[in-house]
């Protein structure tokens, strides 16, 4: 069983700073891709950031210079910086990787349960 556990929600002013992690645990081989999403009331999950297992990132353009996603691969874990934090930032984050489990024939989608972000203005 593989598992991705996320923590580090909470709620903050505008112009506050919040940093997610999210550990995988389990009978992992590899992994590839990481990255976090977010979905906010009544719209759809969107990409806020990836990061490959070389270190390239993309972000989506409105966090670009204020959010920093980074992973540490001894841990299993993905991180995200977020500062400079804005109301319409409010949303659920869900972490996400692109996980090999050992005896398996290929990669798998996997997904944290989610943590709350509420930004007050």
């Known amino acids: 069983q593989v598992q991705l556990v996320e923590s580090g929600g909470g709620l903050v002013e505008a112009g506050g700073s919040l940093r997610l992690s999210c550990a995988a645990s389990?009978?992992?081989?590899?992994?590839?891709?990481m990255g976090w999403y977010r979905q906010a009331p009544g719209k759809q999950r969107e990409l806020v950031a990836t990061?490959?297992?070389?270190?390239?990132?993309n972000y989506r353009d409105s966090v670009k210079g204020r959010f920093t996603i980074s992973r540490d691969d001894a841990k299993n874990t993905v991180y995200l910086q977020m500062n400079s934090l804005k109301p319409e930032d409010t949303a659920v984050y869900y972490c996400?990787?692109?996980?090999?489990?050992?005896?398996?024939?290929?990669?798998?989608?996997?997904w944290g349960q989610g943590t709350r972000v509420t930004v007050s203005s």
């Open positions: 996400n990787a692109q996980m090999l489990r050992l005896l398996s024939s290929g990669f798998s989608d996997y």
């Open positions: 389990g009978s992992i081989f590899r992994i590839n891709a």
């Open positions: 990061i490959t297992n070389g270190g390239i990132t």
